[in-house]
Structure formats: C-alpha cells, structure tokens
C-alpha cells in the first residue's frame, strides 16, 4: 500500500500522474527482452518451455529500478526474478529499501539481500549495520523496520537481537515488529514470545500471538489462555484462535466463558469456533445455550457447527 | 476513515483514453472500448458480482490506494481494504437496481464467491474487519439471510459450489507438522491449498487435500464434478501457473492445461464453457493485477469425434481431456499477455451467459505498474463482451471500486456427484501408491546427452536405460528453519523418499507417504537422472497414483508390455515410509556452532574432507593452488570497493570469506567452487562481471551427468561399464578410493537440486503440541 496525502490538486496530480504513466510507454525502463529474462535460466536449465520457465533480471535492471523507487510491483518484480543475480553493484541500492514505506518492499528487499552469498554478512556489511540500528538508532520506525528486516534474513545473530528488543525497546511498535520477527524466525527467543504476550501495550500482544502459533518450539498455553481475559478485544479474539491453533485442550473452561459472556460478538465467535475444534464434551452445553440465544447470527451458526464436531 | 466516494470521476478516464489514443491511435482505444449507450440484454435477470475497494481517505484526509498489495504473488488474499460489496444487479443493466447483500460489513473485503447450481444462494469469502480473516459464508438470495460456514486462525478465499452439497475453496490453514507450507520463492508466505466443506456442516465437515509447495487458487466448477483450479508451479527452474483439476476428496490432482505450452506465464480466473473448453485470463503473475487477455482454452481431444460432439452426452470410455495438446485462443489480441502496458485495458474474471457471450471485467489503461502508484488506480467494471464483434458492452461500473467476477444468476446444471475416490475419513497414515506400467512409454520429445548418452539420443530410447526411478520429496523454508535458501539452486528443499527398482517389462511400484509433494527422476544405472520431472505430483491417504509410463499420451491406451499384472505389482510395492527424521536427506555441511543438535544422516562436505580436501584446499598437492578468480562490488557514490575472492576449486570446508561474528552458517569453498560457476551462468553474471580464468560447471543442479566434477570422477556401474567410456576414474588415479556410495551419493546431491540446506542440518523439529496429535505423518 501507499500513500499520498492530497489536500488539494487531485485533478493535477491525477493527470500528472496519467502523463507520467503514458510517458512511460515509450521508454520501458530497462526491461530486459525475452532472451535476457530467460537465457541464463534457459542455459542452466535446459528444455523447460518457455512460458514456463523462472525469468531472471540484470543487475542493470535491479540498479535501475530500484534507484528510481518508482513502481513497487516493478521492484518486487526484479528483485524476485534476481533471486540468483549476483549482483554486488546493486547491494548499495537494494538496503535502503529494507526502510522503504511499503511493507512489502521491505521485504523483498531483506529478501534478495538474504540470498547473496557477497556484500552482505561480512563485517561491516548490510547485516551487521541492520543489527546496529535495530539497537541504537533514534528513529523508532527505523528500529522497527531492521527488526522486520531481521527477520526476513531468518539468521540466528538476529534471534537474540530482536529478542532483546521484545524486552528492552522503549517503543511498542519496534517490540511489535520484533515479536513479528521472531515468528519469521521460527524462534521463541528464549521466552520473548512469553514477554510479548505479557506486554502492556495490546499491538506486542497481538504480534505475540501470531508468532506463537508459528513458531515450532512455542508450547506456552498458558501465557496465551491469559489473554483470554484481556480488556482489548482484538487480543481476546486472537488470544481464543491462538488457542484452536495450539489444540489447548486445557482451556476450554476460559473458552466457554468467553463464549456465554464476551460482550464482543468477534470474540465469541472466535471462542465458539475453538470450543469446536477442540471437541471436548464438556461444551456441549454451553453451545447448546449460545447456539439458541446469542444475539448474534454468525455466533449462533458457529456454535450450531461447534455442536456437529463434538 | 472513509472509504473512496466520488472522489474519481470520469475526467480521469477521459484524460487516459486520450493520451493512450494519441499514442496508439482512436482504433485501438475503440477496439475494446465501452459505450454506455447501447442497450445491454444479458437475457438473464440478474447478475452477481463483487466490487472491491482499494482507496480510503483517513481522517486527516490522508488517501491511501492499494492496487497492489498482494499483486506480486499469484493472488491477492492479503489484499485487504475495507468496503467491499456483494451486488445483484437487477435487471443487468446500467439502470438495473443493485442491492448489496453484506450491506451489515462495512468494513468487510470480499475474496471470490460462486453461485449456488439452482441460482438461489451464494457462497462468498469475506474478511468483516481488519483484524478478522477471510472465511467462507453463504447468503439466500432472496431473504438475504447470511450464515458463517468457516472460522478460526486462517484464510479462506474462492469457494465455489461442488455437486451434492459441497463446497470448494482455497485455504492457507496449517495442516503439517511443519507448518504451514511456505513457498520460499515467495518469501515464505503462507501457501493456499484446496479444502472442502459441507454446506450444512461447514467446519464440521472441513477436510483438506493433498499439497503443493506453492498456491493453488482461482477455483472453478468442471463439468464432470471435480474442482479446476490454477496452480503456481514452483520447481527448480520452473516458475508458472497451470489449470489442474482434483476431485473433490482432494485426490487425483492433474494438469489439464498448460503445462504443455500457453501463450503466458500464467492462466488464472478460469471457467469451464463447455466440458473441456474453458475461458480465462492469460497474463504474467507479476505487476498486472492478475488482469490480462481473454484466453479461450480448448482441452478436449480433437482425435475423438466422440470428444467433440457436444450433443454426445454420454462420453464414457472416451480420453476426452487431451492436455498435452491444449489449443489456446486469444479473443482479445490487443492485449498483452505479459507485463507490459497495455493499449486498449486489460481483462479480469470472464465468466459465460446462457447464449454464450461472456460477462467479463475490463478496465482501460496500461493496468499495469505504471498505474499502481498513482491515484488512478485501473477501474474495473462489469461488461458484456461478445466474441463476434470483440466489443464491450458497459453493464456496470462504480467508478470508486474495482468491480469484479460477475456470474449470471441462472440455474445451471448440477454436475454428477463424484464417489470419495479415497476413504471418506481417510487414516492419514495410509500410503500413497505411485509407479508405472511400463516407465519406457512417453510422449515427450526431450534429448538426453551426457554420461552413457553422449551427444543426445531421445528420451524414449534413454528410458530404456533406466533401472530405477529416485522419488523426491519437497519442501519450503517451513521444513527447514533458519534457511535463508536451500543453496546456489532453485531448488527447494528435498529428501529422498527412495529409488524403486524398474523391472524388466518398465514397472515400478512405491508406496509412499499421503499429502506429500514429490517428483520423479528415472535413473540409469550409473545413479545419474535421465530426466527430471518438472512437476509435483502428490495423493490422498491410500490413493493410487500410477501411471502407465513416464508422461505417457494422455488420449492412448496402453497396455502393459507383458500384459498384467506387471512385475512390480506381482512383486508387491516397495516401501519408502521413512518417518521425517530418518529420510534420505543430503546435507552439504553442517553449522556445529548453529545447530550443535543437528545430526544429519550424509554430509557431503564428510567424504570431501576424507577424500578430496588434502588434494584441492591450497596445498602443496593441489593442481590448483593460489587460483582464484574474483567479483568486485564498488560502492556508488563513494566509489569504494570490495573485492571477493572465490578459488578455482577448493573442496575443504574453509569458510568463504563473509563471515559476521563467527555465529553466521557460511557456506564452504567447496560449495561455492562447485556451484557458484553454474550460479554466475545462470545470472550471466550480470553486475558481477569475475576477473580472472571462472573454472568449468563443476556441478550443474538438476544434471549431474554433465556437470564437470562428475565428469572427472567418472563412475563405474554394477555391471563394470563406465559413465563416460573410458575407464579413468578420480581420484582413484591419485591413489585414494572413493566408494560407490559415496560417488553415488556426489550424484545424488546435484541431481536433487543442489541444495546446502536440508531439515537435518538445520535443526528442524516438528511443532512440540499436540495440535497435530493423530495426523500421523510417517
């Protein structure tokens, strides 16, 4: 997603913009033609046809699109089909888009750079100066945005660096983003997803949750059956998928309660729903109840299914 | 926040039409373009559609369009933005009354939806917030009353309707003990894999297919009851999107058109016409909204009078699906079938009328990246096109939304209810069986060179030379974690299920583990891959996945070469079982400081330490010795530059240069000297121009037989012969023997894709709950 902030001139910038494009027509910006995006990947693997086969970028392309920061898919697009470009020039020009505003270009950005064997995790490289500015730079959305980054290069230096940020950040937007970074990183970061969980702030929990049910090592159902008891309702309503997610056989009492209670219809369908995977017996009756008198016709539709899978 | 309302006006589009004629000329605009005038008769009474937002204002009059989001990938599941609306258009007409079915979600997106087979209900996919997911839902049309099938922590998008009160979709909920499949081309995100439902029991009722590693989207109904779909294949060095089919046990997944030739990379938002014809988008996966050229697919057999008879119901006995000899029609020539701007719009989600023209979604401009960014996003609306004259004919268009996947409310016949082909409560750790009649029959036209076939002889003729046929297993970055790829290749990450011994009349028979994706490599007797198969292939818990050769004619019957029962199935299956921990993986070295627990099974980097290393590791011995050659990166701007230095050939395990705090997996020389000359090939060493003498392809992923280190080896087969002809074997020349095991395993690790990273190299242990308890994964 991007964003622009127009109080005025949409009329200008529509056309400016139509102009731009149509201009853009005539000179293509370095795209390679058929035989550069295939040749290399035609010669190493021979005889996939041509409609099928992984297109390949030039480090001309990845330099040039990427420092014109123009087009986002244009961007993604290179990057993507640069995955096995060596490209060394282009290092310099790809880093700075581990900071760019979309997300998702972000992420490619982490993600080619990740993949270079050169120009990278050696001393001083991108790696190590992404480590230092989640610790130290004065910007939160910078700190935010290497603890993504950390993430996306799915090394092991990265664990404990975004785990002391879950901790230690003053910010709760650089803790969320690195409790997000510890799901990518298939880590629990020695508890730091417990401490997430346990965060005041409703946005680390939230980001918690959703590692907590990615990472293979986390087994903490009771830092999440907590949070079923939360005040924020987002929190809730994950806190009660997490749960489904984790097969928390245990925590169908929290469940049931949040089922009868919740004042949010979100949460209580969440819940009803985990009540149904988790098939214990002892729902049925609270289902029963909900599924006649919820006020709600979806919470009612789930605790009819909940019902069926008991 | 608000979402977009009025903010764009036809001023927008009229400015567009009139720089693209100016560019192209007014027959090019006018050859897909719209009038709003004529009179609009779909001769049905109402029309179902989605309009979908993509602009919102925020409260400080911030606007944000997201046109893109999710584009990069071969669907747009994550592409959330608040508003979204489900119309009926009644009657389908610019004037028609539209009402909006989610009315009570003003905050909800939408994610496809289907019409029930009598034309009175729909099932959509809807996210009703933003901290909500997508589920499936089904709405009466005439009460208006909605009810929620699905829940819980994940994604369901596409549903369509399956005969005797089913319905498909596509889900990216995690079902393996690894995770969720991860494609790591994708960035590891969340792969969508089919599902199905009850209408009545919904979740109660949810069972889930067989997998691939990369997405299946797009769903559609196929007229003999199964599900159609597209399907992102990522393997190796193929990267595209085919149509396949399955049944609606999730068994009995099969290509049915492009994997043989198309005229794009991908064919997505597919409908069938007629059995076996079908209408689609052609387009690039990537920067066009997965909007592209009207496609009309014809799959049926040609050869077949029967086949092609369309008042010939009855066609049983009949191969009337021909996949290897699709033919493709373009109905919208103008269009690109690539990324490029277009001239004159580009097309999304055709679906047809009763008298065959097609409801079809269009939006003018280039629809490409050159309108992402702006605030013009490309504006879908609802048309009607008519093959005959190639125009279109405006139905409707909210100018603010994208307006999308139409479909004709108008009973349609109920397709014939397909039996369970599998067990209806399958035991998920009942076996697949895969094999082949006769493994010489093909109908593919490949050369195979290198080893004991030379310059090139047919596949055919190569095939007969095979002895066994090595079963793969595949898996993303979910299965191995901390890898940040799976080495200088492609190729994802992968395990030997087993080699099945192919008998004298081409049989082989395997039983291996359900859901999981593998692929094929009949193998000559020196162990070397005659041809790797470029697809996945996977089965349901006691599924039978035979074939009758290797890629045999669809359309022919063949019987087997001594009649039947073949040999391998007298013999009785061959069991490749193997629980995860004890497969057949070859990790190319192990990190001890990163995975002191890591235990794999055959390291490559261990016979190269006992047998290479003394020789090619810089040493007095080594023919080698101070021969390198090097890529240089200069820093723009500041103009510095640092220099790497990569050896000719270095077989140790010496660290490459990049090192961060000696807590950092590199690779070894020996990986990057055997597969960084094959890497820069690939990359035609773009940006890295090297300085200095870059050695032979020492290993080739995929191709071992023609990879220069095999080459050198040379390997001897059971029956004395040798690989490439003359008897001079390495390094036996030099007074160290290499076992043929440890040969064979040199072979193994290239024709598997060349991979550095395995699961037992890495660490990687299933999740420790039990949310997995009783999905027994052998």
């Known amino acids: 997603m991007i964003s622009k902030t127009t109080k005025l001139g949409l009329t200008v910038s529509t056309f400016a913009s139509v102009a731009f494009a149509c201009l853009s027509l005539f000179t293509p910006a370095a795209h390679g033609g058929p035989a550069e995006a295939t040749g290399g990947a035609a010669r190493m693997y021979p005889g996939i046809a041509p409609d099928q086969i992984e297109k390949l970028s030039s480090g001309d392309r990845i330099k040039t699109v990427t420092a014109q920061r123009g087009s986002m898919t244009a961007i993604w697009e290179a990057l993507e089909e640069g995955e096995k470009v060596e490209c060394l020039d282009c290092i310099p020009s790809v880093e700075p888009l581990m900071y760019d505003a979309d997300p998702r270009t972000r992420e490619i950005a982490a993600w080619w750079l990740r993949r270079r064997i050169f120009g990278v995790f050696g001393p001083g490289e991108v790696y190590e100066r992404t480590i230092k500015r989640l610790s130290s730079d004065g910007n939160p959305k910078v700190r935010a945005y290497a603890a993504e980054a950390l993430g996306e290069f799915l090394l092991a230096p990265g664990v404990e660096a975004v785990a002391l940020a879950v901790e230690k950040d003053p910010e709760p937007t650089v803790r969320a983003a690195a409790a997000s970074a510890l799901g990518r990183l298939n880590d629990d970061g020695r508890d730091a997803i417990t401490k997430a969980l346990g965060d005041s702030d409703p946005r680390v929990k939230l980001a918690g949750l959703s590692s907590a049910t990615r990472v293979n090592s986390f087994s903490d159902v009771s830092a999440v059956a907590k949070l079923l008891g939360d005040g924020d309702a987002k929190v809730r309503r994950r806190a009660a998928e997490a749960l489904g997610s984790m097969n928390a056989k245990d925590s169908t009492a929290g469940l049931m309660a949040l089922a009868k209670n919740d004042p949010d219809a979100n949460v209580r369908n969440s819940a009803v729903h985990t009540l149904g995977m988790l098939r214990d017996p002892n729902a049925r009756p609270v289902l029963e109840d909900v599924a006649k008198t919820d006020a709600d016709s979806l919470v009612r539709d789930q605790a009819a299914i909940a019902l069926r899978r008991l | ?778």
């Open chain 2, 1 to 778: 926040m608000r979402h977009l309302s009025g903010l764009f006006t036809k001023t927008r589009v009229t400015a567009l039409v009139l720089v693209l004629g100016a560019a192209f000329g007014p027959s090019a605009v006018v050859a897909c373009g719209s009038s709003e005038k004529e009179e609009t008769s779909v001769n049905v009474s109402a029309i179902v559609f989605e309009s979908r937002a993509h602009t919102v204002i925020a409260e400080n009059g911030e606007v944000s369009v997201n046109v893109a989001g999710g584009n990069g990938q071969v669907l747009d599941y994550t592409r959330y933005v608040p508003g979204a609306k489900l119309r009926v258009l009644s009657p389908p007409r610019p004037d028609g009354a539209v009402r909006n079915l989610i009315e009570a979600f003003p905050q909800a997106d939408l994610n496809g939806f289907d019409v029930s087979f009598d034309a009175k209900q729909v099932v959509f996919s809807m996210k009703r917030d933003p901290n909500d997911r997508y589920h499936i839902y089904t709405v009466q049309l005439d009460t208006g009353e909605i009810h929620q099938k699905t829940g819980g922590d994940q994604n369901d998008i596409t549903p369509i309707y399956l005969p005797g009160g089913r319905i498909a979709f596509a889900t990216d909920q995690m079902y393996t003990p690894m995770g969720t499949r991860a494609d790591e081309y994708n960035h590891s995100r969340q792969v969508t894999q089919l599902a199905t439902i009850s209408i009545d029991g919904g979740d109660a009722d949810r069972r889930l297919a067989s997998q691939n590693l990369s997405h299946s989207v797009s769903l559609f109904s196929r007229h003999n009851g199964k599900i159609g779909y597209s399907r992102w294949e990522h393997l190796g060095g193929v990267n595209d999107v085919k149509l396949f089919e399955a049944a609606p046990d999730g068994a009995q997944m099969t290509a049915i058109a492009g994997q043989h030739g198309k005229p794009s990379n991908s064919l997505v938002n597919v409908r069938e016409l007629e059995p076996n014809v079908f209408i689609g988008i052609a387009t690039n996966r990537s920067r066009t909204i997965h909007a592209g050229a009207l496609v009309k697919i014809d799959a049926r057999n040609h050869a077949d009078p029967i086949c092609m008879d369309a008042k010939i119901l009855d066609k049983a006995g009949h191969a009337c699906l021909d996949e290897e000899n699709v033919q493709y029609e373009l109905l919208t020539p103008e269009v690109p079938t690539g990324a490029g701007p277009s001239p004159v719009g580009r097309y999304r989600t055709p679906s047809a009328l009763p008298d065959g023209r097609l409801l079809v979604s269009w939006a003018d401009g280039a629809v490409n990246d050159l309108a992402e960014q702006s605030l013009t996003p490309p504006n879908f609306g609802i048309y009607m096109f008519d093959p005959a004259t190639k125009k279109n004919q405006l139905i409707f268009d909210d100018r603010d939304m994208w307006d999308l996947n139409a479909m004709a409310v108008a009973p349609r016949p109920e397709p014939p209810v397909i039996g369970a082909l599998t067990a209806r409560a399958p035991d998920p750790g009942t076996p697949v069986r895969i094999g082949s009649v006769d493994i010489t029959r093909t109908s593919l036209t490949d050369r195979v060179s290198g080893g004991m076939f030379g310059d090139g002889v047919p596949l055919n003729e190569a095939l007969k030379a095979a002895v066994k046929v090595r079963v793969i297993e595949g898996f993303s970055s979910e299965a191995a974690k901390g890898v940040t790829m799976f080495g200088l290749t492609m190729d994802e990450g992968a395990a030997i299920l087993g080699e099945a011994d192919v008998n004298p009349d081409g049989s082989w028979l395997a039983e291996i583990p359900p859901y999981l994706p593998v692929h094929l490599q009949p193998i000559d007797k020196f162990g070397m891959s005659i041809r790797n198969q470029r697809l996945w292939i996977q089965g349901m818990p006691g599924e039978d996945r035979r074939c009758i050769g290797c890629h045999e004619s669809r359309t022919q019957s063949v019987a087997a070469r001594a009649g039947n029962p073949t040999v391998a199935e007298q013999r009785q299956a061959q069991q490749f079982l193997a629980p995860v921990s004890d497969r057949a993986e070859i990790s190319w070295s192990l990190d001890r400081t990163k995975y002191p627990d890591a235990k794999p099974k055959a390291v490559v980097q261990d016979i190269l330490n006992a047998k290479c290393a003394s020789c090619h590791s810089g040493g007095a011995n080594d023919p080698f010795a101070g021969k390198t050659y090097s890529v240089t990166q200069t820093t723009p701007g500041t103009g510095t530059t640092q220099q790497y230095t990569i050896p000719y050939l270095d077989l140790s395990e010496k660290p490459i240069t990049v090192v961060y705090d000696r807590m950092v997996a590199t690779y070894p020389s020996s990986y990057v000297s055997l597969f960084f000359p094959a890497t820069l090939e690939m990359g035609m060493g773009m940006g890295a121009a090297p300085v200095g003498e870059v050695p032979p392809k020492w290993a080739i992923v995929n191709d071992a037989r023609n990879s220069a280190l095999i080459k050198k080896l040379n390997v001897k087969a059971p029956d004395g012969s040798f690989a490439y002809g003359n008897p001079a074997m390495h390094p036996e020349d030099k007074g160290v023997t290499l076992t043929d095991e440890e040969r064979l395993q040199l072979v193994r690790a290239i024709d598997i894709g060349g991979q550095f990273y395995t699961r037992q190299n890495t660490g990687f242990v299933p999740f420790n709950d039990t949310r997995y308890a009783g999905q027994a994964y052998p």
